[in-house]
């Protein structure tokens, strides 16, 4: 084993280039992981802020039509319906949903 070690590391004294280049690539590929997932997980957590500062309470509505499958045609010249939903209190009913 030691005679293994050994060769590795005069390996790596006769082929200081090659050996440099490989651990600034190995560096700069777990750096690029690293940055790449710290900027998503940055912008879904932005992404969320957003969303939850517009509250619970928010409903747009756009002009327009539905279509088969589930798209959307707007209607030309249509404006967005922005408004706060109210809530009322509802008498509690008599049974219980969860049983």
């Known amino acids: ?3 293994i070690i050994k060769e590795s590391i ?4 006769r082929n200081k ?5 490989t651990t600034l690539g190995i560096i700069i590929g777990i750096t690029a992981v690293v940055l790449l997932q710290a900027v998503g997980v940055g912008l879904k ?4 802020q957003q969303f939850d500062s517009l509250g619970t309470n928010l409903l747009i509505v756009f002009p327009g039509q539905v279509l088969q499958g589930g798209s959307f045609r707007s209607s030309p010249g ?3 319906w922005v408004g706060r939903i109210r809530y009322t209190r509802c008498a509690k009913s008599q049974e219980d949903p969860i049983s």
């Open 1 to 3: 084993m030691f005679h």
């Open 10 to 13: 005069l390996d790596f004294k």
């Open 45 to 48: 957590n932005f992404i969320k």
């Open 17 to 21: 280039v090659r050996t440099f280049l």
């Open 78 to 80: 249509g404006g967005a």
